[in-house]
């Protein structure tokens, strides 16, 4: 593999795909932020739906980060709950207005519509393994999908959280969490 012309094939890519979530975003009057920071909250767990997550989550400054979640809760597509046992704690969900946007807006149209003519899953795994890379070439966080994390525990039928000790159920192992390793 070329890493000059993977290279130039990753930066063309990301340009586009940027272009299509300017396009995708401005239907709803949002920026590729707003979309980055509702996909996340729609895939999260209970552990990370909270701004300081979104925050780590996009790599952006807790200034940015709350500009982001108050310019989308102003167009009602997230709403905060407290923490039932830590009150100081937030925790942001997507409304049903913000599910569909979402639905509509990512991926953008013409990503997916390209993306559908694809059949080969190996493509995929390539990016993946290109992600984990330059995430722990940049000690970065992983937000993986917790049934994949080192501190999912297996508890005969059952899924527990080896860092709080909370039982997991089937759709949680799904979702990312800050957490992982």
Same mark, same amino acid.
Request: aromatic share 2%.
């Given at each position: 593999?070329?890493?000059?012309?993977?290279?130039?094939?990753?930066e063309?890519?990301?340009?586009?795909l940027? +272009?299509?979530?300017? /396009?995708?975003?401005? %239907?709803?009057?949002?920026? &590729?932020?707003?979309?980055? $920071? #509702?996909?996340? !909250?729609?895939?999260?767990?209970?552990y990370?739906?909270?701004?300081?997550?979104?925050?780590?989550?996009?790599?952006?400054?807790?200034?940015?980060?709350?500009?982001?979640?108050?310019?989308?809760?102003?167009?009602?597509?997230?709403?905060?709950?407290?923490?039932?046992?830590?009150?100081?704690?937030?925790?942001?969900?997507?409304? +049903?207005?913000?599910? /569909?946007?979402?639905? %509509?807006?990512?991926?953008? &149209?013409?990503?997916?519509? $390209? #993306?559908?003519? !694809?059949?080969?899953?190996?493509?995929?795994?390539?990016?993946?393994?290109?992600?984990?890379?330059?995430?722990?070439?940049?000690?970065?966080?992983?937000?993986?999908?917790?049934?994949?994390?080192?501190?999912?525990?297996?508890?005969?039928?059952?899924?527990?959280?080896?860092?709080?000790?909370?039982?997991?159920?089937?759709?949680? +192992?799904?979702?990312?969490?800050?957490?992982?390793?």
């Amino acid at each position: 593999m070329d890493p000059h012309r993977s290279y130039e094939l990753l930066e063309r890519l990301g340009n586009l795909l940027r +272009a299509e979530e300017r /396009r995708a975003g401005q %239907a709803h009057g949002l920026q &590729p932020v707003h979309l980055h $920071a #509702l996909s996340y !909250l729609a895939r999260c767990n209970r552990y990370s739906d909270s701004p300081a997550g979104v925050t780590a989550y996009l790599g952006v400054t807790k200034g940015t980060a709350s500009q982001t979640l108050r310019r989308l809760q102003d167009k009602q597509l997230v709403r905060t709950r407290p923490d039932r046992e830590d009150g100081r704690r937030q925790h942001l969900t997507l409304t +049903a207005k913000g599910k /569909r946007v979402l639905a %509509a807006a990512v991926p953008p &149209p013409a990503i997916r519509s $390209a #993306l559908a003519g !694809l059949t080969s899953a190996k493509g995929e795994s390539v990016l993946e393994e290109l992600l984990r890379r330059l995430q722990r070439e940049n000690d970065s966080r992983s937000f993986g999908v917790c049934h994949s994390c080192r501190h999912h525990l297996r508890r005969g039928a059952r899924s527990e959280c080896g860092l709080t000790g909370e039982a997991l159920s089937p759709a949680d +192992a799904e979702l990312i969490c800050r957490e992982h390793e």
